[in-house]
């Protein structure tokens, strides 16, 4: 049924000041979906160089240092601005207010000097690229990164610092809305999970960022001033930059996986028409997974020369942090029994999501054993685990939740066929690249090596791996030219295409500049599926 | 920039102009920006909490030389700066009270005295740098820290090295810190003109509240950066 | 070594294959078994607490059998036997120089007996690298101004991989190198090649050179304190502490000698900062070693014996 | 924030915390003169920590003005402030216990 040309927040204001000086904040959600979208190819092709590189033993498409400003760039690039920002920018400031019931974010100003300063960070980076780039590896160690390379340390280390802060004011903005602005009648017990996890990712934005904001201001200085802060010549200890950097580092890779464990706690329950299982142990899971986030990064430096008690203090706690992990995996196998599961692409990469972080997590046990540690840190068998997390986790979760909710933002279906195509091309290319890199590490090629040609026997699972890049390559490159598609020739979508619980699918889509309509007031249960489904009310026409 | 939030603010609840559209009623708008502030002090206490963390391990490390570097500090001038910022705290109660009672001359005399005492602080510790400077002490090519005996094993002389990892902790956490202060001003002397124009009214004054709580969180800061960095080993 | 190791990564992969086997079969049956049909409604299922408390505690359990044994296989790892023949280890950009106690230089090769325990001292002369021998599953990083340890003992002659492991700058992938594991004659025959007397013997002559030997005497009027016997034993330090004499000590004094000064003696020793290399204080470390063994006031039984020749050998590669 | 105030004018409290600071700093200046040795360091913490908690329980209303809310966001943020303090000095608190 053609909708009329109703007024939204698309159409309501015109011209580029009004996208540029926008305070909405789904504008703001679409801005940093653009600027996200072109970081995300930016570290892609940064990806396929370096598995190119590496499909001979010797090093014969780049140089040596080429190769090291590639992969440090894909590192850096890919985690500041892509997977940082990734769900918590786009997703989280489109739906968090959505969710609950408000008009917009506690602070809009802020939200949009949160984008600027995202973008200000994100144009230092690619000047930085493009005048030299780094050569230090995205965690850019102290003597090597402070005192043994005159590549453009301090000016990336500068964007990163600018850039944290945008994210340390999406997490400021969502733990005040969260608490403030939720609708009358929306209680915590009430909240989807979603919520929960963007409360739990913000509350490590809050806490760790400013750490790594003070270990770049101390790396800058040590780098202009020669001070020896992490010199050992001067006195200085370059453990305590492991120890700074890593305690910011490892709550990173939560704030990463956290928002993505939302957008599939709310695509399975929507898809298998179903009450999630143990609602209270799955949103209290979130926040002991920041919480206990907190306590284990030194395990990351079990081999790099930190005492043995030490080391055995934080391999304890990394098997505490994996216990929520582990339960939000069982909550949402569980979620499934007797469900009436309908696979639409965003349930595609619900699925792919589970397999791949089940895979992702139990290899995070071998890791967290101090004595497998010693011989697979540092080797491509972490490179596997990260990925698999990361990749596996976190930009499945991404792809899943912009196709599940598409229709909200754009007013428009996107093409099913070709989603699912994309969601398995995604899948089989994923595995392909990765899961061969964890038999090469524990051969023991160890990592950031750009020509292996002295141990030659390693190039057979390298070249799997790079034609599984290339497979992956396609797979991302699908969605967005169907996402642009769609924008001009889809289906317009009706207000609740796939009849999921939730305020956001109360609203007309795209929804109006303030939300709704008429204030929403909260009388149901989280996930009332059995309400949605009753058959007394009319069949609401689910669209195929 | 246009403040489009205000114009369409309006026909949501007309008779007070100062509250943003997207709020109920203006308990939950302050009660927001109190949060705010509030979570804003808790990311600025691990940014300072990764430098005292710094400090701490390396002061463990090399004890005597420290104690050594911090000894050359001038004390008096750390002491009277703690005082500048301590009664600065209590214009700051004073200017919060003021607003919400009602006080205009209060106000505005309490956030002025405020802003002279920030500006007497950075002025004892522009005196400070300038006397480190003269001593060469300033961390960087120029510094120079050779035959200065450790406090308490006398002949023995600290290592120009380490007691240069304290003076560049010690910039870097006290220069952190006025640069706080001097944010902090920025935020008084903003203050300052809407107290002039008369915005604030008992019912809307959330303004000098916040201002209010990033002062004594900058004043916290130095109550603790005084002892830890001047006071390591004073005695004779 | 490998050994313990394989045996707790099996264990491992058992458990976790099991674990993701148990989630992949359920999700599969599920997704299969509860297909929309027309007709058939969701069952809605609150939760179940118990069920909830069930599957985080038993996680948790068998995560700690594997932190324990994890932790095991780790201790026995991080402590060297006493009695293993010593290597020491100078990492630099891009190369690895090793040293035995019996005075061989190597580049990038390090030869090693059959059967013998070997412990690596190991430190760098600008960035982090990382001892990585895949076959033997150690890997320790080597840092800048400090000493750290790590040993191994090979089972199996044949020549090994040796990797650096943590990056450290543009031909970080070229610093691989071999472990060569002989039988003991092959390894006697290698060792005859190129011996230039034991490193402790350069010691001594190093121990002449800087003029240590004015202050450490042998008797007890010298200004500096007695080094026979002091090694691996504690000191009385004059701030009170007491502090094993290991290698980070000596290393310490030598270079920083007022952070731990003896009882009983004036500051007066000068710093060798700078002044002394890498392999010098190796030596000057197995050199001190070497006389802890001497009772005070007997004449340092190694000078004696060897013939030390007056040049240092040509095979050394500054 | 106001309405709850104490029906006095609280400007009492305000000097005698006032007071009590500036008495605060003088003991910690005069106790770092004093030789106790082992304990100096934990002398100006503990007169650090009093003077601080005296600032923020009464100058910044955490005492009686603000809601539970704000208290939790106070200890959360020193909760995790410690724990980077503590869990860094595990490592090198025990490096010397090869």
């Known amino acids: ?544 | 920039m246009p403040d489009s939030s205000a114009a369409t603010g309006l026909h949501a609840e007309a008779h007070n102009p100062a509250l943003l559209h997207h709020f109920a009623e203006p308990q939950q708008q302050r009660d927001a920006a109190s949060l705010g502030m509030w979570v804003f002090l808790a990311t600025e206490v691990m940014f300072f909490g990764g430098l005292f963390c710094a400090y701490l391990i390396y002061r463990r490390l090399y004890f005597g030389d420290f104690a050594a570097a911090s000894k050359t500090i001038n004390m008096g001038l750390g002491a009277t700066n703690t005082a500048v910022l301590i009664c600065s705290s209590l214009t700051v109660v004073l200017a919060v009270w003021a607003a919400q009672t009602a006080r205009r001359t209060l106000l505005i005399t309490s956030l002025i005295i405020t802003m002279l005492l920030g500006l007497v602080f950075l002025g004892i510790k522009g005196i400070e740098y300038r006397e480190k400077f003269v001593e060469h002490h300033v961390p960087g090519a120029s510094f120079s820290f050779d035959k200065v005996p450790i406090p308490g094993h006398p002949g023995q002389y600290a290592d120009p090295h380490h007691a240069q990892l304290f003076f560049s902790l010690y910039f870097v956490m006290t220069g952190l810190h006025a640069l706080h202060m001097i944010i902090g001003l920025g935020i008084f002397l903003w203050l300052l003109i809407m107290a002039w124009k008369g915005r604030f009214t008992p019912e809307w004054h959330t303004p000098v509240e916040i201002g209010g709580l990033y002062w004594h969180f900058v004043d916290i800061i130095w109550i603790y950066l005084f002892p830890l960095l001047y006071l390591i080993d004073r005695h004779p | 070594m490998a050994a313990h190791v394989d045996a707790l990564y099996i264990f491992l992969l058992i458990v976790t294959g099991m674990m993701t086997l148990l989630i992949f079969i359920c999700l599969v049956y599920f997704a299969a078994r509860f297909r929309s049909r027309p007709g058939v409604r969701a069952e809605q299922i609150e939760g179940s607490t118990p069920l909830e408390v069930t599957w985080s505690t038993i996680p948790f359990l068998v995560f700690m059998v594997i932190f324990a044994w994890g932790a095991v296989v780790y201790f026995k790892e991080r402590t060297p036997p006493d009695d293993s023949t010593e290597v020491y280890v100078v990492a630099k950009q891009w190369m690895w120089k090793l040293e035995h106690a019996e005075g061989q230089r190597e580049i990038n090769e390090l030869h090693v007996p059959v059967g013998r325990d070997v412990k690596l001292i190991m430190t760098s002369q600008d960035v982090i690298h990382s001892f990585f021998i895949p076959a033997f599953r150690i890997k320790q990083d080597v840092l800048p101004g400090r000493y750290t340890v790590e040993w191994f003992r090979a089972t199996k002659p044949g020549t090994y991989h040796l990797f650096c492991a943590e990056y450290c700058g543009t031909q970080h992938s070229g610093m691989v190198g071999d472990i060569v594991v002989m039988e003991p004659a092959q390894y006697e025959a290698w060792m005859n090649g190129g011996s230039t007397g034991p490193l402790s013997a350069t010691g001594e002559k190093v121990f002449a050179e800087l003029g240590c030997v004015t202050c450490h005497r042998t008797d007890t009027q010298g200004r500096g304190p007695n080094l026979q016997g002091v090694f691996g034993k504690p000191v009385q330090l004059e701030d009170g502490r007491t502090v094993t004499a290991d290698e980070n000590y000596v290393r310490e004094c030598i270079l920083d000698p007022g952070a731990k000064r003896v009882k009983g003696f004036q500051p007066i020793m000068p710093t060798f900062q700078g002044l002394v290399s890498e392999e010098q204080v190796n030596a000057l470390i197995a050199y001190i070693k070497s006389i802890a063994a001497a009772k005070p006031g007997e004449g340092a039984k190694t000078s004696a014996s060897v013939v030390a020749p007056a040049q240092s050998n040509g095979s050394q590669v500054q | ?98």
Request: overall charge neutral; hydrophobic content about 55%; glycine content about 8%.
């Open chain 4, 1 to 98: 924030m106001s309405e709850h105030e104490s029906a006095k004018s609280p400007l009492k409290g305000y000097f005698a915390v006032w007071i009590a600071l500036l008495v605060g700093t003088g003991v910690t200046v005069y106790a770092a003169t004093l030789d106790l040795a082992p304990y100096n360091a934990a002398v100006a913490l503990g007169i650090a920590t009093i003077k601080a908690t005296l600032v923020t329980l009464f100058f910044m209303h955490v005492w009686h003005a603000s809601e539970k809310l704000t208290k939790l966001v106070v200890i959360g943020a020193l909760f995790f402030l410690l724990l980077l303090l503590g869990l860094t000095m595990t490592d090198f608190a025990t490096r010397g216990w090869s």
């Open chain 1, 1 to 544: 049924m053609p909708q009329p040309e109703r007024e939204n927040y698309l159409n309501k204001h015109y011209g580029v000041w009004s996208w540029l000086l926008t305070t909405d904040h789904k504008r703001i959600a679409l801005l940093y979906l653009i600027s996200i979208t072109f970081f995300f190819f930016i570290g892609g092709f940064f990806a396929l160089l370096i598995r190119l590189e590496l499909l001979t033993p010797a090093g014969d498409l780049v140089q040596a240092d080429t190769y090291n400003k590639l992969f440090t760039m894909h590192g850096m690039v890919m985690v500041f601005f892509f997977l940082i920002p990734s769900i918590p920018a786009v997703l989280g400031n489109f739906l968090v207010p959505m969710m609950i019931g408000a008009k917009d974010l506690a602070f809009p100003r802020i939200n949009l000097l949160s984008w600027y300063l995202y973008i200000i960070g994100g144009v230092m980076m690619l000047h930085c690229m493009l005048t030299g780039g780094v050569d230090t590896g995205w965690t850019f160690y102290a003597p090597f990164a402070t005192n043994f390379t005159n590549t453009k340390i301090v000016e990336a280390a500068l964007a990163i610092f600018v850039a944290g802060f945008s994210s340390i004011l999406t997490g400021l903005n969502f733990v005040v809305t969260i608490h403030r602005m939720r609708a009358p009648g929306m209680t915590w017990s009430r909240l989807p999970l979603f919520i929960w996890a963007h409360y739990a990712t913000s509350i490590i934005q809050l806490l760790g960022t400013p750490v790594i904001a003070v270990t770049i201001v101390l790396v800058a200085c040590e780098r202009a001033l020669h001070l020896g802060i992490f010199d050992p010549k001067l006195g200085g200890d370059p453990l305590l930059f492991q120890h700074l950097f890593w305690f910011y580092s490892h709550p990173a890779v939560y704030i990463m996986i956290l928002p993505a464990m939302g957008v599939v706690t709310e695509i399975i329950a929507c898809f298998s028409r179903k009450r999630i299982f143990g609602y209270s142990f799955v949103a209290f899971s979130s926040i002991a997974i920041a919480v206990f986030g907190f306590l284990v990064w030194a395990h990351h430096m079990f081999v790099a020369g930190m005492s043995v008690y030490a080391a055995l203090v934080f391999s304890l706690l990394s098997y505490a942090v994996a216990v929520p992990s582990a339960i939000k995996v069982f909550n949402w196998t569980a979620t499934l029994y007797k469900g009436s599961i309908h696979y639409d692409a965003p349930m595609l990469y619900a699925f792919g999501f589970l397999g791949l972080f089940t895979i992702g997590g139990l290899t995070g046990l071998f890791l967290a054993a101090l004595g497998i540690n010693v011989h697979v840190t540092d080797t491509y068998f972490v490179v596997a685990h990260f990925h698999y997390i990361m990749v596996g986790g976190a930009v499945m979760g991404y792809l899943g939740g912009m196709h599940f909710w598409w229709p909200k933002i754009s007013g428009k279906l996107y093409p099913e066929g070709w989603a699912r195509l994309a969601a398995l091309i995604v899948f089989i290319g994923f595995n392909l690249t990765f899961f061969p890199q964890f038999l090469l590490g524990y051969m023991g090629m160890p990592r950031r090596y750009y020509d292996y040609s002295h141990m030659p026997e390693f190039q057979i699972l390298n070249v799997l791996s790079t034609a599984g890049a290339t497979v992956l390559g396609v797979g991302y490159l699908l969605p967005m030219i169907y996402f642009l598609w769609s924008m001009r020739y889809g289906k317009p979508a009706p207000d609740n295409p796939w009849n999921a619980a939730g305020l956001e699918w109360k609203t007309p889509s795209p929804p109006p500049t303030f939300n709704f309509d008429e204030e929403p007031v909260v009388t149901w249960e989280a996930y009332n599926y059995e309400q949605l489904d009753a058959p007394s009310k009319e069949e609401v026409p689910v669209a195929r």
